[in-house]
């Protein structure tokens, strides 16, 4: 996400994969990959801190912690947020079918 690789990020997302943000939107693969792609989109850090790693039939699921300073534009988007990833393996590899963020209460 720092480099801005949309490629990489093309195949890491499912075809199917859907993002619910903390501001309770819910985006489906294009959206995700446009706003991540959005020129205005700046990230000057993100911290990934993985908790929990879990099995769950052919889905794993992967829940933490991500301090984040970024913006689009003049929305400010940093802050402490929880998640819950849940990636599935593919022809293609590991790929993302659902992610989940929260704030974390300060």
Not at 61 to 68: A, L, N, Q
Not at 72 to 96: A, C, K, N, P, V
């Amino acid at each position: 996400m720092l480099r801005r690789d949309v490629v990489a990020l093309g195949r890491l997302l499912a075809p199917d994969y859907q993002f619910t943000t903390a501001g309770r939107q819910t985006w489906g693969r294009d959206r995700a990959m446009a706003e991540f792609n959005d020129p205005d989109f700046s990230a000057e850090s993100i911290v990934i801190e993985v908790e929990r790693v879990v099995p769950s039939g052919e889905d794993w699921i992967v829940t933490g912690r991500s301090p984040v300073c970024a913006h689009i534009g003049q929305t400010d988007l940093s802050g402490d947020y929880r998640f819950s990833h849940t990636w599935r393996l593919s022809q293609e590899g590991w790929q993302g079918v659902e992610g989940r963020t929260s704030d974390v209460p300060t």
